[in-house]
Nanobody, 116 residues
């Protein structure tokens, strides 16, 4: 079992920054990838970024150059640094952990609202 807790969301003005955190507990040693997704009202959930146990990362084209995914193994945490935020980045952001040989786990989500 893996438990995930997201935090760091909030209200920010366009052009501002936020840093989201995803703290994992439980069988964290089995996790080989952690990803961020987001879901805006009335839209499907979409992938945002991935970080693997190797340290390699990928981010979606629509956030490339603005968002960065990173991790702190000592804290069992993955982060999403979001800069130059736009109103269209408004969504609930979720992290997902993929353990080896097991099902994926999702956090409860954290709301990000970009508005003036």
């Amino acid at each position: 079992q893996v438990q995930l807790v997201e935090s760091g969301g909030g209200l920010v003005q366009p052009g501002g920054s936020l840093k989201l955190s995803c703290a994992a507990s439980g069988n964290v040693a089995s996790i080989y990838a952690v990803e961020w997704f987001r879901q805006a009202p009335g839209k499907q959930r979409e992938w945002v970024a991935t970080i693997r146990d190797s340290g390699s990362t990928n981010v979606a084209e629509f956030v490339k150059g603005r968002f960065t995914i990173s991790r702190d193994n000592a804290k069992n945490s993955v982060y999403l640094q979001m800069n130059s935020l736009k109103p269209e980045d408004t969504a609930v952001y979720y992290c997902r952990a993929s353990p080896i040989g097991g099902r994926d786990y999702w956090g409860q989500g954290t709301q990000v609202t970009v508005s003036s």
